[in-house]
């Protein structure tokens, strides 16, 4: 089996837990490979990602790790046996990787949160806000590239609007709703379609105004994606050096505390839409 050259977030993190399950287990590679009947080399190109693992194997592995969780070795052994190529794939080459990772975490997700400050979250954006967004980038993007990462954007929507659509929790700031990426128009069209969305059942969406008291601990945006169990839920970072995933549960309980906090100061979904219509009628 050919190695892979660059392997995607999702499969770094069945790697990853991979690795995890072996170290709580106080074996190494070598003694590993020896359970399983392998080298140490197959083993460190399993937990590396260059190569995959078939679930036959992955089970044994979770057996011979002495790991119990029943629920954890589906979900990984569900990971291990995916072969979805999904739409993403067409940009492989032309966007950065994290677009593909981004978006191929989006689709496995069982819910996804995001905490927005200055702008409206990627997923409610509207294409000319997202073009917006994308050309205020600093070197400005060619016309070709910002045009296919708002193509891409606006198809991450589709967890949204498929038959059974990811739950969706969004908490924005005012500020988002304020700030002008273009112009009245491009507001006006903004608030107008937070507002369908809001509408929508498996959507939430939470306004934290400028005068709530309460508002603290947190002053950067953030992503949550649940997995099929809590171990494999997945954080995003979004900074202008690119995009970080973290997986570490210590770190992975303090974005949800995080994310708990914001929510709980934030106001209910529909005072939070009467906050938008309102603020919809001043554009």
Not at 93 to 120: C, K, N, Q, W, Y
Not at 223 to 240: H, I, K, N, S, Y
Not at 250 to 255: C, I, K, N, P, R
Request: glycine letters at 4%; proline letters at 4%; one cysteine or more.
């Amino acid at each position: 089996m050919a190695l892979r050259s660059e392997p995607t977030a999702r499969q770094m993190r069945l790697a990853t837990e991979l690795r995890r399950l072996r170290r709580a287990a106080g074996l190494t590679s070598r003694e590993a490979a020896a359970l399983l009947g392998v080298s140490s080399a197959q083993i460190s190109q399993i937990e590396s990602a260059l190569t995959g693992v078939s679930e036959k194997r992955l089970r044994l592995m979770a057996s011979h790790y002495a790991c119990t969780d029943e629920e954890l070795i589906s979900a990984l052994a569900a990971m291990a046996g995916d072969r979805t190529r999904g739409w993403w794939e067409e940009y492989r080459g032309s966007l950065p990787t994290s677009f593909m990772d981004v978006a191929e975490l989006e689709h496995h997700a069982t819910r996804r949160r995001d905490v927005e400050l200055l702008l409206i979250p990627g997923l409610l954006q509207t294409d000319d806000y997202a073009r917006a967004t994308f050309s205020s980038r600093i070197p400005a993007i060619p016309e070709e590239q910002l045009e296919l990462r708002v193509q891409h954007r606006m198809r991450r929507k589709a967890i949204l609007n498929r038959p059974v659509p990811v739950p969706y929790d969004a908490v924005i700031h005012e500020a988002a709703l304020r700030i002008r990426v273009r112009d009245r128009a491009v507001a006006r069209a903004q608030l107008t379609q937070l507002l369908e969305a809001s509408e929508l059942d498996h959507i939430s969406v939470r306004i934290i105004p400028f005068d709530l008291d309460g508002f603290g601990g947190t002053w950067s945006t953030m992503m949550l994606a649940e997995g099929t169990c809590p171990q494999l839920d997945t954080a995003v970072r979004d900074a202008p050096h690119g995009v970080t995933f973290i997986d570490c549960e210590a770190q992975l309980e303090v974005f949800r505390a995080l994310f708990r906090r914001v929510e709980a100061v934030a106001l209910e979904p529909e005072r939070s839409r009467d906050f938008i219509h309102a603020l919809a009628k001043e554009v």
